[in-house]
């Protein structure tokens, strides 16, 4: 809580709108700017809403059996990954379409579906039957680890500014 005589202080009243003008144009900067640093945050910020979508998906398709919850929380968060790293991470509306999206970042997330699915059943082998928050929790360890790989791949192949005339 301010104290009402701290906003009476001409000081105190410039040095808080500075501090917000600044942080507005900072969080301005990393969902316009261009460069690497600003879309591996957005990248890192679509990463944590799809991997979200992914583990709701997962809890909720898990009494079928880990593989089918697996693949239906793959599917849902590719999915919406790859439309939010189109228009938000590499700002590649334009030149994208959301085919072009959908199938080749879906063929990179591919390789992260067959990890997952490997890293589950070789936890099944070694530990038996875990809890949900477990298996979560190494989905999570593996996703991340080959995120930064799809981060790059992402970058140099799919959301280039490539011309997109098979589009």
Same mark, same amino acid.
């Given at each position: ?76 968060? %590719? ?14 509306? &334009? ?10 970042? &879906? ?20 530990? &038996? ?6 298996? =979560? ?6 996703? &991340? ?6 981060? =790059? ?7 280039? %500014? ?6």
């Amino acid at each position: 809580m301010t104290c009402p005589s701290l906003l009476r202080h001409p000081r105190v009243v410039d040095v808080a709108g500075d501090l917000a003008r600044r942080s507005t144009a900072r969080v301005h900067d990393l969902f316009q700017a261009e460069s690497g640093r600003a879309q591996l945050a957005r990248f890192a910020l679509v990463g944590a809403i799809s991997s979200a979508l992914y583990a709701v998906l997962f809890v909720a398709v898990e009494g079928v059996g880990e593989q089918p919850a697996n693949l239906a929380g793959a599917l849902a968060s %590719t999915l919406l990954a790859n439309e939010l790293h189109r228009r938000l991470t590499f700002h590649a509306g &334009g030149r994208v379409g959301w085919f072009t999206a959908q199938w080749e970042g &879906g063929g990179l997330a591919v390789v992260g579906l067959v990890a997952t699915s490997l890293a589950l059943a070789a936890l099944d082998h070694l530990a &038996g039957d875990t809890s949900w928050q477990v298996e =979560v929790l190494l989905i999570g360890a593996v996703t &991340g680890a080959i995120g930064l790989l799809r981060f =790059v791949a992402l970058r140099a192949w799919v959301f280039t %500014t490539r011309s997109s005339a098979h589009e």
